[in-house]
């Protein structure tokens, strides 16, 4: 009998502060003997001494000057990067480019939800659906080696992979419709319970338990003042 061959997970993570890192890892063991699962930081494979310089940087500033590392993360945080780069982040930019350069996008683009009026479903219609297929085709013929299938109509997306000489992978564009799926752990867990993708359903609730072992321990815990006596 043919050995059943088992599905494969790549989980991509960032390794600032081993949060993801460790999350990651615990995924990957607890997959362990039913998915073939690799973990890639693609900091620490693309840019490994610059990723231990910056790292190192970042352990060291939060731990030592929180104050300083709050104050890079409010003026980040409040910055539009995509509309006024930054440019000292200019060769971060071209590495990403080069890194993505065999990497195509189509379907719903997060960076022209503006212009679009908001995240709009695509491939509703056949016109939009016959331009998608032609636009996989296009991008194949260019020498992209994969191409991201995201908002897209289960429909459309099954017939842009079957008229893709290359790997889909989908991002809200239904399930069994592209050669791969791609899904952000925190939505998959439930780890971010304001804000789930309409298109994920959560397979835990990993904050509602996180939140019921922080409640159980304050009530063990919790001490009275002034109810301690000699």
Known sequence: MEKRRLPRILIVTAGYG?????A????????AGRAEVRVTDLCAEAMPRMFRLTRAAYLW????????WKLMYEVSDKRNLAEKPVKGLAPVERFLERLLRDWKH?????????????????????AEEEALVKDVEAVAEAGAC???????T???ARQITVHSPIPTLGIGSGAHTCDGDVVVIHDLVGAFPWFVPAFVKPRADVAGSMTAAVREWMKD???EP???SS
Do not use: F, M
């Open 18 to 22: 081993e949060g993801h890192n460790s």
């Open 221 to 223: 815990s919790y001490t």
């Open 61 to 68: 500033i939060i731990s030592r000057l929180p104050r300083l």
């Open 24 to 31: 990651a890892r615990g995924v990957r063991d607890a997959l």
């Open 226 to 228: 002034g109810s301690i």
């Open 106 to 126: 189509i379907g719903l683009l997060p960076q022209k939800v503006l212009e679009e009026g908001g995240y709009k479903i695509k491939g509703k219609s056949s």
């Open 154 to 156: 289960p429909h459309a």
């Open 146 to 152: 994969a191409v991201v299938v995201e908002g897209v």
